[in-house]
């Protein structure tokens, strides 16, 4: 955005310089003139019949009274316009802006008093989509015209100025001025506008929900990039408005309980165990790594890693046979397998594989039964590992769950858009304090790589006490995400949950349906489809099936390579058909399993998995 600096106006020092130069000349004028007065009498009156001094009194007393009369109304009124330019006045239904040194003022206006004028000194609107259209913020961006039940009450942006020298030129238009005093509102601007003059912007999201008694402090003080949050509550006790404000951490919410807890003890020790594993190999797993890496990665130096152990193999299976029947080409995928039977999988997929036993020997097999449990976490820990390392190989990164399947391959998209941003993500569409701001799902994202990213990985590498402790690898990186962003300038980028691009469990289970409906029509052509959102494997195959996204014949599901190409299926290993043959549909396997579900063909007569829901297909 193009930023035009204001025309150079007289400082405030240099008006008071002026004035005290004139009151000097005016003072010195007096003397000379009482002085020339008192010489011209000693030499006109008759000294013989009157004192001359006495003569001179008559004649100059009542002029030296006239001109300190004349003095002290002029420095009179000089003070007064010294102390109005302190007083900046802020209209409440305009604010205009005479000089650089003062505001006008009416009489339906309030004043920000003389006490605050070093940091505010007039308030402005904008709109929020156009605000965050012109400075691209990252966050995933509420719409208020998705939200209907709020109507306009969130529509606009407030911006504070702390120099008359910023705010916006028309801010003392007088048409504007009219329009805005019969409207009784705060000035409104275009962002192009209000931000013309700004040279600092610093911006603050704050909770919209209308549910909270709560205030914002501006400070003048040693700037800070973090905000402080007190509430009246103490330790997992509800709010409570007879408390005392007390300091509380950013996942403190209003029930008492605290998301972000330090980890403790056995977490730590865990997490540094894991790491000194980790650093011990790490030289030589790159040495074996790199040429798997330089293989398989696009001209633009990108590859797309996916993590798999034998439970979770049937849906790298299915990610590989959708894309076959699509026509789209998987040979940038590399596959950091955590245990034997799936590094064999992913070679009978024609995937490349890497399989770094000293560090992923003691991953579990199995898949996790539920989020967040304990071989869910480990996985979580691998998942940190392989970014690691194919960043300190200097290459970009798709990072991508098994459990995707792609409409159209995204690489190129993310290979020739957004260049500015150094990491992409899919939302998660979850956004609670646990994730603020970014609520990035950190099963699908883009890695650009550069000093910023690497540092970032490399971070989050050392944060695996804060994944063991929480259970999550999401609110870790998230929290990282924060502080890199605060202190590195790291470029990050969500796609908004309402963007049709990126679609996950959280379109999949929203109570409209609007966004599976429109999928199923051919209303949106988003990239992938993320089954997150979803309690375990057994779910997540059985609402493929019934989204029409299951490619993987039932005799290859949680089997083995030997299992499916041995004589208990298909005969001999030396069968004709190849595994992709085997195991791949050439077209979806759909079934229904849930009628409250939604479906690419109505599943009325199915069961709910939620009790007591009716059939998605209204």
Same mark, same amino acid.
């Given at each position: 955005?193009?930023?035009?600096?204001?025309?150079?106006?007289?400082?405030?020092?240099?008006?008071?310089?002026?004035?005290?130069?004139?009151?000097?000349?005016?003072?010195?004028?007096?003397?000379?003139?009482?002085?020339?007065?008192?010489?011209?009498?000693?030499?006109?009156?008759?000294?013989?019949?009157?004192?001359? *001094?006495?003569?001179?009194?008559h004649v100059v007393e009542p002029?030296?009274?006239?001109?300190?009369?004349?003095?002290?109304?002029?420095?009179?009124?000089?003070?007064?316009?010294?102390?109005?330019?302190?007083?900046?006045?802020?209209?409440?239904?305009?604010?205009?802006?005479?000089?650089?040194?003062?505001?006008?003022?009416?009489?339906?206006?309030?004043?920000?008093?003389?006490?605050?004028?070093?940091?505010?000194?007039? @308030?402005?609107?904008?709109?929020?989509?156009?605000?965050?259209?012109?400075?691209?913020?990252?966050?995933?961006?509420?719409?208020?015209?998705?939200?209907?039940?709020?109507?306009?009450?969130?529509?606009?942006?407030?911006?504070?100025?702390?120099?008359?020298?910023?705010?916006?030129?028309?801010?003392?238009?007088?048409?504007?001025?009219?329009?805005?005093?019969?409207?009784?509102?705060?000035?409104?601007?275009?962002?192009?506008?209000?931000?013309?003059?700004?040279?600092?912007?610093?911006?603050?999201?704050?909770?919209?929900?209308?549910?909270?008694?709560?205030?914002?402090?501006?400070?003048?003080?040693?700037?800070?990039?973090?905000?402080?949050? +007190?509430?009246?509550?103490?330790?997992?006790?509800?709010?409570?408005?007879?408390?005392?404000?007390?300091?509380?951490?950013?996942?403190?919410?209003?029930t008492g309980r605290n998301d972000?807890?330090?980890?403790?003890?056995?977490?730590?020790?865990?997490?540094?165990?894991?790491?000194?594993?980790?650093?011990?190999?790490?030289?030589?797993?790159?040495?074996?790594?790199?040429?798997?890496?330089?293989?398989?990665?696009?001209?633009?130096?990108?590859?797309?890693?996916?993590?798999?152990?034998?439970?979770?193999?049937?849906?790298?299976?299915?990610?590989?046979?959708?894309?076959?029947?699509?026509?789209?080409?998987?040979?940038?995928?590399?596959?950091?397998?955590?245990?034997?039977?799936?590094?064999?999988?992913?070679?009978?997929?024609?995937?490349?594989?890497?399989?770094?036993?000293?560090?992923?020997?003691?991953?579990?097999?199995?898949?996790?039964?539920?989020?967040?449990?304990?071989?869910?976490?480990?996985?979580?820990?691998?998942?940190?590992?392989?970014?690691? *390392?194919?960043?300190?190989?200097?290459?970009?990164?798709?990072?991508?769950?098994?459990?995707?399947?792609?409409?159209?391959?995204?690489?190129?998209?993310?290979?020739?858009?957004?260049?500015?941003?150094?990491?992409?993500?899919?939302?998660?569409?979850?956004?609670?304090?646990?994730?603020?701001?970014?609520?990035?799902?950190?099963?699908?994202?883009?890695?650009?790589?550069?000093?910023?990213?690497?540092?970032?990985?490399?971070?989050?590498?050392?944060?695996?006490?804060?994944?063991?402790?929480?259970n999550s690898h999401q609110q870790?990186?998230?929290?990282?995400?924060?502080?890199?962003?605060?202190?590195?300038?790291?470029?990050?980028?969500?796609?908004?949950?309402?963007?049709?691009?990126?679609?996950?469990?959280?379109?999949?289970?929203?109570?409209?349906?609007?966004?599976?409906?429109?999928?199923?029509?051919?209303?949106?052509?988003?990239?992938?489809?993320?089954?997150? +959102?979803?309690?375990?494997?057994?779910?997540?195959?059985?609402?493929?099936?019934?989204?029409?996204? +299951?490619?993987?014949?039932?005799?290859?599901?949680?089997?083995?390579?030997?299992?499916? @190409?041995?004589?208990?299926?298909?005969?001999?290993?030396?069968?004709?058909?190849?595994?992709?043959?085997?195991?791949?549909?050439?077209?979806?396997?759909?079934?229904?399993?849930?009628?409250?579900?939604?479906?690419?063909?109505?599943?009325?007569?199915?069961?709910?998995?939620?009790?007591?829901?009716?059939?998605?297909?209204?």
């Amino acid at each position: 955005m193009e930023i035009r600096k204001p025309a150079n106006k007289m400082s405030y020092p240099s008006s008071v310089l002026l004035i005290c130069v004139g009151l000097f000349g005016f003072f010195s004028g007096s003397l000379v003139t009482m002085y020339s007065g008192l010489t011209s009498c000693h030499e006109h009156y008759d000294t013989e019949r009157l004192d001359p *001094m006495t003569q001179c009194a008559h004649v100059v007393e009542p002029i030296v009274q006239k001109r300190m009369m004349d003095m002290k109304e002029k420095l009179s009124k000089e003070c007064e316009a010294s102390k109005k330019r302190e007083e900046v006045q802020i209209p409440v239904a305009t604010q205009r802006q005479a000089k650089e040194s003062s505001i006008s003022t009416s009489q339906s206006t309030f004043q920000f008093p003389s006490t605050m004028s070093r940091y505010l000194v007039g @308030m402005a609107r904008t709109d929020k989509m156009d605000f965050v259209d012109t400075l691209d913020l990252g966050v995933p961006v509420d719409d208020p015209s998705n939200n209907p039940r709020t109507g306009n009450k969130e529509k606009d942006v407030l911006l504070l100025y702390q120099k008359a020298s910023a705010l916006p030129t028309d801010y003392n238009n007088d048409s504007r001025s009219k329009q805005n005093d019969s409207s009784g509102l705060l000035p409104e601007f275009s962002t192009q506008e209000a931000l013309e003059h700004c040279e600092y912007v610093n911006v603050i999201l704050t909770d919209h929900s209308a549910s909270r008694n709560q205030c914002w402090a501006m400070v003048p003080q040693y700037e800070s990039y973090h905000v402080q949050k +007190w509430m009246r509550v103490r330790p997992m006790q509800e709010l409570n408005p007879k408390e005392p404000l007390r300091l509380v951490s950013r996942g403190t919410k209003s029930t008492g309980r605290n998301d972000f807890d330090p980890p403790a003890r056995k977490h730590i020790d865990k997490g540094m165990e894991m790491l000194q594993n980790y650093f011990t190999n790490l030289e030589s797993s790159l040495a074996e790594l790199k040429p798997l890496v330089e293989k398989v990665a696009t001209p633009k130096k990108t590859v797309t890693i996916m993590v798999v152990n034998f439970g979770q193999s049937e849906l790298l299976v299915n990610h590989v046979c959708a894309s076959k029947s699509r026509g789209l080409d998987t040979s940038s995928i590399l596959v950091f397998a955590t245990d034997e039977e799936s590094k064999d999988l992913a070679s009978s997929l024609g995937l490349a594989v890497f399989y770094d036993e000293p560090n992923f020997g003691a991953m579990p097999k199995e898949e996790a039964r539920g989020y967040g449990d304990r071989k869910f976490t480990a996985m979580m820990m691998a998942k940190i590992f392989c970014v690691h *390392m194919v960043s300190r190989l200097k290459y970009n990164i798709l990072f991508q769950d098994v459990d995707i399947v792609w409409y159209s391959n995204p690489i190129d998209y993310f290979e020739s858009n957004h260049m500015t941003f150094d990491l992409m993500f899919q939302d998660d569409g979850g956004h609670s304090v646990r994730y603020a701001p970014y609520s990035a799902n950190s099963g699908f994202y883009y890695v650009r790589y550069n000093e910023r990213s690497e540092y970032f990985f490399h971070s989050l590498l050392l944060s695996g006490d804060l994944i063991l402790s929480t259970n999550s690898h999401q609110q870790a990186l998230i929290a990282t995400l924060n502080e890199h962003v605060s202190l590195y300038g790291l470029r990050v980028k969500v796609f908004s949950r309402d963007s049709p691009d990126f679609p996950g469990g959280y379109q999949f289970h929203q109570v409209s349906g609007k966004y599976m409906r429109q999928l199923f029509a051919g209303e949106v052509n988003p990239f992938i489809f993320h089954m997150s +959102w979803t309690l375990n494997k057994d779910n997540k195959l059985l609402f493929l099936r019934q989204l029409g996204e +299951w490619y993987v014949q039932d005799q290859c599901v949680h089997k083995t390579t030997s299992e499916i @190409m041995g004589s208990g299926i298909f005969g001999s290993r030396s069968s004709s058909k190849s595994f992709l043959d085997t195991c791949c549909a050439a077209e979806p396997l759909f079934s229904c399993h849930y009628r409250d579900k939604p479906s690419k063909e109505p599943c009325k007569d199915s069961p709910s998995i939620d009790k007591g829901k009716g059939s998605w297909w209204k």
